[in-house]
């Protein structure tokens, strides 16, 4: 699996690499959060397609850059962790778990930019 | 012929042996989150690590800090303080887990410090004050045997994992 990594108020997070269209860099001084926290520095966006064709961007802070990530290293959340549904599952990077999520599922969940 | 003191003790010696009357007890996993000291049954914790990389979980209860990995697995990990509504846990370098366990649910519960196992016998074992905190219904008793003779809260570490877990769920 491809994963795109980046990080939102000093964590990390993954989405899967085939939904992100691209990396857009912001205007410095813009700041806001969409369901992952507040931004710190927020100067990049990833940009996607959400379900109904439109495109959506979340405000990041850093981009990581793509991984290939093996299947046996992703996990389910506990069960009953993700009441947004957004959060998808978890990738065990060594002893450090990665949020997996779903950036349109974010969206409609509980709103983009 | 005189006896031997052998002989003479056993002559002595009751006919049948005394039970020793035992004192009903149970065994507690004791630990400090703040300024409290709780107590879980000893049956319900698997073991105590270390505080490895919290991840938090957007949109889920203050009491869940996050997940961890432990063994390939991933695992919530919770706050007893903000659950029962008694302040906030810091976790930091010298902050200890306890993986909880009931049936096949495990969860991770935060710790300051690690007291130990103590048995307490069930008579010093008091009841939980009626009229308190909604905390009370998560608490099986109270026993004044803390370090400085302070009050050690004992959990009822079932119920509240199941609570956890439906609290996560519905919200």
């Not at chain 1, 205007?27 to 992952?36: T, V």
Request: one cysteine or more.
């Amino acid at each position: 699996m491809e994963i795109l990594l980046f990080e939102v108020g000093g964590s990390r997070y993954g989405a899967d690499a085939a939904q992100v269209l691209r990396v857009d860099q912001l205007p410095s001084g813009i700041r806001s959060s969409a369901g992952l926290g507040p931004t710190r520095a927020g100067d990049r966006a990833l940009v996607f397609q959400t379900s109904n064709g439109a495109t959506n961007e979340l405000q990041v802070d850093l981009v990581h850059g793509v991984r290939t990530i093996p299947v046996a290293q992703l996990r389910q959340l506990p069960p009953g962790l993700s009441p947004q549904g957004f959060a998808i599952g978890v990738w065990l990077d060594g002893n450090a778990p990665v949020l997996l999520v779903d950036l349109p599922q974010m969206v409609k969940q509980i709103g983009g930019q | 012929m005189d006896s031997t003191p052998l002989q003479r003790a056993i002559q002595s010696a009751p006919d049948r042996g005394v039970v020793a009357k035992t004192i009903p007890e149970h065994e507690y996993f004791c630990f400090r989150l703040g300024d409290l000291q709780f107590g879980v049954p000893s049956e319900h914790v698997l073991e105590v690590l270390r505080a490895g990389p919290l991840t938090p979980l957007p949109k889920t209860p203050s009491f869940i800090l996050g997940v961890c990995a432990h063994r390939g697995d991933v695992l919530p990990v919770l706050d007893v303080l903000r659950f029962l509504g008694k302040g906030e846990a810091r976790v930091g370098a010298r902050t200890r887990l306890f993986l909880g366990i009931t049936g096949s649910y495990v969860a991770g519960m935060v710790t300051d410090a690690v007291i130990g196992l103590r048995r307490f016998p069930l008579a010093q074992i008091l009841p939980v004050p009626l009229g308190g905190s909604n905390a009370s219904e998560y608490l099986s008793g109270v026993v004044n045997a803390g370090t400085r003779g302070e009050a050690i809260l004992l959990l009822n570490l079932s119920k509240m994992l199941h609570a956890t877990r439906r609290r996560a769920v519905n919200r």
